[in-house]
């Protein structure tokens, strides 16, 4: 073997250095999207960083205050493309407190059924593709092979696999099929098993460990006062759930544990996100349990199409209310209204502003996941250029709710 | 609505009095009026007095009432969240709009207010980096307004827009604002 020296440099000589600036992405495989950084380097380490977003901007805010309410839902959609149904349920409650209504009780079920499952099939996503960022593949495989039971099962509820668009205003789009109940149970009897492969997998793996255990910590100040929310607040310490401290829909009837970590890192994040599973599994399993019959559409023919189409065929009232409804869409009581729920990403909160027509006159989308990538900034020791890649896949942004 | 605020109002209004304008508790939310130049000082109180605690921002929205006379609004949702209680805080701006930042109480309200510049053209004043956020840099004009067609104005990128320029030239000083 040779000896290594090093590299001889005239007495008293500093090294010449200077800072240099990086373009990360937009087209960057870690960057889970079109996400474009602006890094100052000093050598390896980040002394700034400059996220440019708006690639993906479609202008929903704008486009929705030129749609009727029931159009907006396919708009909403395509915000975390992960989890359409809690993007639906967010918008349907918005409207319906404006509206004074609520859904019959089973279609509050259905909405919180597939909420938790797209909760599921958003983190499992996570939960995989952070690992493959810093280096360990397997976890993706494996999480998009259960990503596929999710989406299977969407499929079959609502005929679509990604854009569901499956709530309305006032309930749900259909029933649920037959058969659908048992095949939700088989996938809660499947998934806790796999959750344990992928905690096998990366719990002793020592290079996702060492890339993400104490990396990117968030103090819990820090994170309140950079408006993160969802498993990257509580992943600080933060115990806030607005499914258990602002109660929608029917989880108050539910019985759930909101996972907290008190380290505040990458890590942390990513653990959080791994039990969240488990618990969505046992809503789901609440769910069916407690499925009641009924309704999954509320009766009021001037909002919602009454399931009943004879009473179209044969009334004339039915009939212009129908044609109505589908010609002009409904009208909403001017107000205003600011309504959140629990996104997998965090808070997902609608503002609405009626001027009392068919179209809101101003729809704020707060969006979680524009939120929580400001975290980027509050991280006290995300110092080498490989640690931004840690810190970005556990903050876990889409780009199309960012950009919206 | 009928409901019953939550909200423990004593402190605010020993505090300001006549100055903000209580427009009442609906759909979880109780509401404020309150002028510009007084917003940071209404934010910093309810973010630090003890009985109310409103640490969290959860958004800061822009609103454009074209054509009704103080044209414009800046909409502020606060969330406590030893509370649990919501605020809005309502800010009605004359055109151009303009009003303090409240970056110096917290720190998440930076992208949300340059998203209400690059949305409205909203001036935040004493913001530390107001640039647009969604749109490109020499982009003109202020597309959530009211004025501002759909389909965007007629270029050489985009065909089928409204033929006309912009009705509310932005300023273009959109880099070097203090």
Redesign the interface.
């Known amino acids: 073997m040779t000896e290594v020296t090093e590299l001889s440099r005239p007495e008293g000589e500093a090294l010449n250095t200077k800072e240099v600036l990086l373009n990360l992405g937009p087209q960057h495989p870690s960057t889970h999207g079109v996400l474009r950084l602006v890094l100052e380097l000093d050598g390896e380490y980040v002394t700034r960083v400059d996220p440019h977003?708006?690639y993906l901007?479609r202008?929903t805010?704008?486009?929705a205050e030129?749609f009727t309410y029931t159009q907006i839902f396919p708009l909403t959609d395509r915000l975390d493309y992960l989890c359409p149904p809690s993007n639906n349920l967010a918008f349907a409650l918005a409207v319906e407190?404006?509206l004074g209504i609520k859904a019959p009780i089973r279609a509050q079920y259905i909405r919180v059924l597939m909420a938790e499952l797209a909760r599921i099939s958003g983190h499992v996503l996570i939960t995989g593709a952070l690992p493959m960022d810093l280096g360990a593949m397997t976890a993706l495989l494996y999480a998009m092979r259960e990503r596929e039971m999710i989406m299977d099962l969407m499929e079959m509820i609502t005929g679509a696999r990604m854009h569901t668009s499956f709530c309305r205003v006032g309930g749900v789009r259909e029933d649920l099929p037959d058969g659908c109940l048992a095949k939700i149970r088989e996938f809660c009897d499947i998934f806790p098993n796999r959750i344990r492969d992928y905690e096998r997998l990366l719990e002793k793996n020592r290079v996702f460990l060492k890339r993400t255990q104490g990396i990117g910590v968030i103090s819990a100040e820090d994170g309140?006062?950079?408006?993160l929310s969802g498993p990257n607040l509580r992943a600080s310490g933060?115990d806030?759930d607005i499914r258990r401290?602002?109660p929608y829909e029917i989880y108050d009837r539910l019985d759930f544990n909101v996972i907290i970590r008190d380290e505040g890192d990458c890590y942390a994040r990513w653990q959080c996100r791994v039990e969240e599973m488990r618990e969505s599994v046992r809503i789901i399993e609440q769910c069916l349990d407690q499925m009641p019959g009924g309704a999954f559409q509320i009766d009021m023919p001037t909002i919602a199409f009454p399931v009943d189409k004879d009473k179209v065929h044969c009334s004339m009232e039915a009939l212009i209310q129908h044609f109505d409804l589908s010609a002009y869409g409904f009208k909403v009581p001017k107000?205003?209204?600011?309504?959140?729920i629990e996104a997998p990403k965090g808070?997902l909160?609608f503002?609405i502003?009626s001027d009392g027509s068919e179209k809101p006159f101003?729809m704020?989308v707060?969006a979680p996941s524009?939120?929580n990538?400001?975290g980027l900034?509050?991280t006290s020791n995300a110092h080498y250029l490989a640690d931004v890649i840690a810190v970005l896949g556990s903050l876990d942004p889409v780009m199309a709710e960012v950009?919206? | 609505m009928s409901v019953e605020t939550p909200l423990n109002r004593g402190p605010i209004a020993e505090r300001f009095g006549e100055a903000i304008d209580d427009l009442g508790f609906a759909h979880g939310v109780h509401a404020f009026a309150v002028p510009p130049e007084m917003i940071v000082e209404l934010c910093q109180f309810l973010k630090e007095h003890p009985a109310l605690r409103f640490n969290f921002l959860s958004d800061i929205c822009g609103v454009d009432h074209y054509p009704e006379a103080p044209r414009y609004e800046a909409v502020y949702h606060l969330y406590s969240l030893p509370n649990k209680w919501r605020v809005r805080i309502k800010c009605r701006l004359g055109d151009p709009p303009r009003v303090p930042s409240v970056t110096g109480v917290w720190r998440t309200a930076n992208w949300h207010e340059r998203e209400a510049w690059d949305m409205y053209g909203i001036r935040f004043e004493g913001h530390p980096d107001l640039r647009r956020i969604y749109m490109w840099e020499g982009f003109e004009g202020f597309p959530q307004r009211k004025d501002f067609p759909l389909r965007g104005y007629k270029d050489k990128l985009n065909p089928f827009g409204a033929e006309g320029p912009p009705p509310t030239l932005p300023d273009l000083a959109t880099r070097n604002i203090p």
């Open positions: 977003i708006g901007h202008g805010e704008k486009l030129s407190k404006l309140i006062d950079l408006g933060v806030w401290d602002d107000g205003e209204v600011y309504s959140a808070e909160g503002y502003i101003r704020k707060r524009f939120v990538l400001q900034f509050g950009d919206k």
